[in-house]
């Protein structure tokens, strides 16, 4: 296995393949089944781009052993920062087919970030788009290269820049078709090798990379799959990021590739966007966040378009509240399913069969039976079920250990191989129910900002003596980001003043706080802790008491 990776115990490896949890196959062979079985089905499609399963294997195999020609060699490790698209899965898979690992990056990185995506992995590529809304990937790229030693090349999708390779060039290179089945089959990877690396959602400074093997991903995404239902009239709809795990994994498109389904791309999140494809590509499942969620609710196009193709609605990232579940089901005439995992591993989902309580209140159940669950308090000992705790999760496609990341890996896993979720839950009759969390970070409607990370931005800021980052509420992404700064005598900082510093640091927009607030000192616990939960109860208190002044509407 890829040395900085911790592997399954081999006791617990046995028992997964044993009881078929893990097939020994690659992800790549996963497809390869389906495209066997459904050739001439539609895979994929985008606008007016409809790709066949046999056409998907074909342009597959063609980049992946130009990947092979290109140097990148097994186990590489390469930055991928790809927005929504066809090529997206294509990419993925070809880079997977040649044993190569995309470290899935979001598009919303900025050179910091993916700095530190590069220098942690060691990456040999990076894997971007010419230009997405105004903003030039190619010309960060070419600021990243000197500052990084590994990276050897630059791979862009679209327009290339000077000493960048054309994707789509590559694509289209003519090979023979006896040379590229014997190069391919020199790179088919083990099944229990590292395929993909995840990035954490994590609390710390600067986020962990989750490495996933062939054996638990492709696990992941078919046990997915089956809990939803998934078959081959499946038409799913991508919304989301197609790099982050909700949506290519749980099921998302890997699941529907799995069973022959349908993926139908949407490269906006508009009801605009949204709601003609549903109409026009006979969607059956969108998968879904927090934020969206409500602007769909609230858009009046609803009315204007036929969404009786659509079975389920899945949300993920974050807890849609009981009310807005069922007028999802109301307004849409489907039913809900919510997803409450991680990209470490744990998934659990509500079934469609469930009673609406179940749908309508829990976090759902894990989707395998190989899942381990703990709730625990303080001292790690199990509590009854009915009371809160922390969850603790291990299992078939839950991971033992970060990338290169002795130290987090301890404080991140017991003993004994559980991983921390650091969500409080309390578990009912095998349904969990979430009821807050302990650790310190922003759930932006699915989008998870470290304070610990932000904090050191901030810190760098001249105007900053201390600062402390909480979650405050917000009625549309549930919580953003809230800074208590305490600042240097003799100057003066505004929330402008400060977003425009971070902005310059090159980091992810959504990572920005969004408020501001100054402030003397800080409340402190007798061991000199700052009492964050403090702070927090604070900045709601001053939310709700605007609230009260503003009335909403
Ligand atoms: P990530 O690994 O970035 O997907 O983040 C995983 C974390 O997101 C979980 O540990 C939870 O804190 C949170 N989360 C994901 N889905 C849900 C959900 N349906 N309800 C509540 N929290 C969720």
Same mark, same amino acid.
Request: proline letters at 7%.
């Given at each position: ?13 046995? $028992? ?60 590489? &490790? ?25 470290? !899935? ?23 971007? %788009? ?18 990084? %030693? ?21 694509? /289209? ?13 020199? &790179?088919?990877?083990?099944?229990? /090798? ?14 962990? !990379? ?98 009786s193709s659509l079975k389920y609605l899945m949300n993920g990232g974050a807890k849609l509240v009981p009310e807005l579940r069922k007028r999802v089901e109301e307004r849409f005439g489907c039913i809900f399913i919510e997803s ?33 669950? +703990? ?18 999760? &291990? ?25 921390? $979720? ?14 807050? +969390? ?40 549930? /919580? ?35 408020r501001l607030e100054l402030i003397e000192q800080f409340p402190i616990s007798p061991a000199g802790k700052i009492l964050r939960r403090e702070l927090r109860a604070k900045i709601a208190a001053i939310v709700a008491a605007e609230k009260e002044r503003i009335p909403a509407g």
């Amino acid at each position: 296995m890829l040395s900085g990776c911790t592997p399954y115990p081999e006791d617990y490896a046995r $028992m997964y393949r044993a009881k078929g949890f893990w097939q020994g196959l690659t992800i790549p062979e996963v497809l390869e089944r389906t495209i066997r079985a459904f050739p001439d089905k539609i895979a994929l499609v985008e606008g007016d781009t409809r790709i066949t399963y046999a056409e998907l294997g074909r342009r597959i195999d063609r980049l992946a052993y130009a990947f092979v020609r290109q140097g990148l060699a097994p186990l590489d &490790r390469v930055v991928f920062q790809l927005p929504n698209s066809a090529g997206l899965p294509i990419v993925f898979l070809a880079l997977l087919k040649a044993a190569v690992i995309p470290v !899935m990056a979001l598009p919303a990185h900025r050179a910091t970030e993916i700095r530190h995506f590069i220098e942690h992995s060691g990456a040999t590529a990076y894997f971007i %788009p010419d230009v997405v809304r105004g903003f030039d990937y190619r010309e960060m790229a070419s600021t990243l290269m000197p500052a990084c %030693p590994s990276l050897k090349s630059v791979y862009v999708m679209g327009e290339p820049g000077q000493g960048q390779v054309d994707l789509r060039r590559l694509g /289209e290179l003519e090979a023979d078709p006896h040379e590229l089945a014997t190069a391919l089959a020199a &790179r088919r990877a083990a099944s229990d /090798e590292v395929a993909v690396m995840l990035l954490s959602g994590g609390t710390t400074a600067i986020p962990k !990379m989750i490495p996933r093997t062939h054996d638990d991903y492709a696990y992941n995404f078919t046990a997915s799959a089956e809990v939803c239902g998934f078959h081959r009239d499946t038409v799913y709809l991508a919304v989301l990021p197609m790099a982050h795990n909700f949506t290519l994994a749980c099921p998302g498109i890997l699941g529907t590739f799995s069973v022959g389904g349908e993926v139908v791309v949407a490269t906006g999140t508009a009801p605009e966007a949204v709601f003609p494809l549903i109409e026009r590509e006979k969607a059956t499942l969108v998968s879904t966040a927090v934020p969206l969620v409500t602007v769909w609710l609230n858009s009046p196009l609803a009315e204007q378009y036929d969404f009786s193709s659509l079975k389920y609605l899945m949300n993920g990232g974050a807890k849609l509240v009981p009310e807005l579940r069922k007028r999802v089901e109301e307004r849409f005439g489907c039913i809900f399913i919510e997803s409450f995992g991680t990209g470490e591993g744990l998934l659990c989902k509500t079934r469609p069969d469930d009673p609406e309580p179940i749908r309508l209140h829990s976090a759902g159940q894990p989707v395998s039976p190989g899942d381990e669950i +703990r709730i625990v308090d303080a001292e790690d000992r199990d509590v009854p079920d009915g009371e809160p705790g922390e969850l603790l999760a &291990r299992g078939p496609y839950t991971i033992r250990g970060y990338y290169n990341a002795p130290e987090a890996n301890k404080q991140a896993f017991t003993a004994d191989g559980f991983y921390r $979720m650091g969500d409080i839950v309390r578990r009912v009759d095998g349904y969990l129910y979430v009821e807050g +969390r302990k650790k310190d970070l922003i759930n932006r409607g699915g989008e998870k900002i470290s304070c610990e990370e932000v904090e050191n931005y901030i810190l760098a800021c001249p105007a900053v003596q201390a600062v402390c980052v909480v979650a405050m509420p917000d009625d549309t992404y549930g /919580e953003k980001g809230c800074a208590f700064v305490i600042l240097e005598p003799g100057h003066s900082l505004d929330l402008e003043e400060l977003t425009n510093f971070l902005i310059a640091r090159s980091i992810a927009k959504f990572k920005l706080p969004e408020r501001l607030e100054l402030i003397e000192q800080f409340p402190i616990s007798p061991a000199g802790k700052i009492l964050r939960r403090e702070l927090r109860a604070k900045i709601a208190a001053i939310v709700a008491a605007e609230k009260e002044r503003i009335p909403a509407g």
